[in-house]
C-alpha cells in the first residue's frame, strides 16, 4: 500500500503508469464478486446531503413509500441469487435507524436467512452498537454506511450530521461484529487532497469493503450543475486508490451505468475485485445480462459461493 504522499506524487505521473501499477496488484485471479441493492424505503429524508435526490430539503423526481412489504423484498433477492449475485443490501433513507424500521428490518433478514443462502447487507442509516448486535443476530453480514468524502469538505456536501457521526456509526457496527463496506463519491467539488483523506480514513477503519461511487449530477439537488468527471481522471482516482488500499476489495458502483465497456473494462483491471449490479436507488442500471455477458467476455468469472445468513 501507498502512502497519501506517494498518491499526490501519482496525480501528475503518467497515466499509463498509475494504471500499470495498479493491475500488478489487483485481482490476480479475475474473479468478481457481484452485489445488488433494493431501495427499500425512499423518499423524505431528514439529512440535506447536497448530492441526494431522497432528500426532503431539495424538490426532485424521486420516489416516496414507506419501508416495502417482505415479499417485494424476497422476490428481489431470490431473482438476484438466481442471477449469480453474491450479496443483496437493503437501503433505507434517514439520519438515524427509527426504532420500528429496526424493528421490521429484524424481521425480514430472519426471514430471508432461512429462504435464500445470500449475504445480506445493510445501507440503513446511522446504527449503535445495540441495533447492529440485532441486525446481526437476525442474518446480516456486513453494514454499509459511506463517509462520501474528506472530514474537511464534509462540511461543504451536509450540515444536519458530521463526517464523525458517520465514523461514529462505522465503529458501532464493527463493535457488533459486523463486517463494513465503506466509500465514498467522486465529483463532488472535492480535491485530489480530499480524496486520498477520505481513503486514509477507511484505511484507518479497517474495512473489508471499499465503495466507489461517481457523481452523477442531478435536477433539483445543490450539485445539479457540478461537471461530469472525465474517463482519464475516473480511471486515475481509481488506479491511486487501489494502490493505496492494496488487497482491501474495492467496489465498482454508482455511475457506471453511464460509461462505455471500454472504459469499464480498463477500470476492472485497474482496481475493480466487486462490482454492484442492476438498478440504483432512484437511477435505472444496465440490464443484468448484459453485465454479466461483458464482464465474462471480459474474462472474468464471478465469484458463486452462497453466502447463508450466518456467514
Not at 129 to 151: C, D, I, P, V
Not at 270 to 287: C, E, I, Q
Request: glycine content about 10%.
Amino acid at each position: 500500500m501507498i502512502t497519501k504522499k506517494q498518491a499526490q506524487d501519482l496525480v501528475n505521473a503518467p497515466l499509463q503508469e498509475v494504471l500499470n501499477a495498479a493491475s500488478e496488484i489487483n485481482n490476480p485471479n479475475k474473479e468478481l464478486e457481484l452485489c445488488a441493492i433494493i431501495n427499500a424505503k425512499s423518499g423524505g429524508c431528514s439529512e440535506n446531503c447536497s448530492f441526494c435526490t431522497q432528500s426532503a430539503f431539495f424538490k426532485t423526481e424521486a420516489p416516496k413509500y414507506p419501508i416495502l412489504p417482505y415479499d417485494k423484498v424476497e422476490q428481489g433477492a431470490k431473482f438476484m441469487e438466481a442471477a449469480g449475485v453474491h450479496r443483496y443490501c437493503l437501503v433505507m433513507q434517514g439520519g438515524r435507524l427509527r426504532k420500528a424500521d429496526e424493528n421490521t428490518l429484524v424481521d425480514y433478514y430472519e426471514q430471508l436467512s432461512e429462504s435464500t443462502n445470500m449475504s445480506y447487507c445493510s445501507s440503513v442509516g446511522m446504527i449503535d452498537r445495540n441495533q447492529g448486535e440485532r441486525l446481526k443476530k437476525a442474518g446480516l453480514t456486513r453494514y454499509h454506511h459511506n463517509l462520501e468524502t474528506s472530514a474537511e469538505f464534509y462540511p461543504k456536501i451536509c450540515t444536519t450530521h458530521t463526517h464523525q457521526d458517520r465514523i461514529n456509526a462505522i465503529v458501532a457496527a464493527k463493535e457488533a461484529g459486523l463486517e463494513i463496506c465503506s466509500g465514498g463519491i467522486v465529483g463532488l467539488g472535492e480535491s485530489w487532497n480530499d480524496r486520498f483523506s477520505m481513503i486514509d480514513d477507511i484505511r484507518n477503519l479497517e474495512v473489508e469493503s471499499v465503495t466507489f461511487n461517481i457523481l452523477n449530477p442531478m435536477p433539483g439537488t445543490p450539485m445539479a450543475g457540478n461537471r461530469r468527471l472525465g474517463e482519464d481522471e475516473l480511471l486515475r482516482a481509481i488506479s491511486i486508490f487501489k494502490l493505496m488500499l492494496g488487497k482491501t476489495s474495492l467496489r465498482f458502483c454508482a455511475g457506471r451505468q453511464a460509461l462505455s465497456y471500454d472504459f469499464q473494462r480498463q477500470a476492472l483491471e485497474a482496481g475493480f475485485s466487486a462490482v454492484m449490479v442492476g438498478d440504483y436507488l432512484t437511477l435505472k442500471g444496465n440490464r443484468l445480462e448484459e453485465d454479466v455477458a461483458f464482464m465474462k467476455g471480459a474474462g472474468y468469472t464471478m465469484k458463486m459461493e452462497g453466502g447463508g445468513g450466518n456467514s
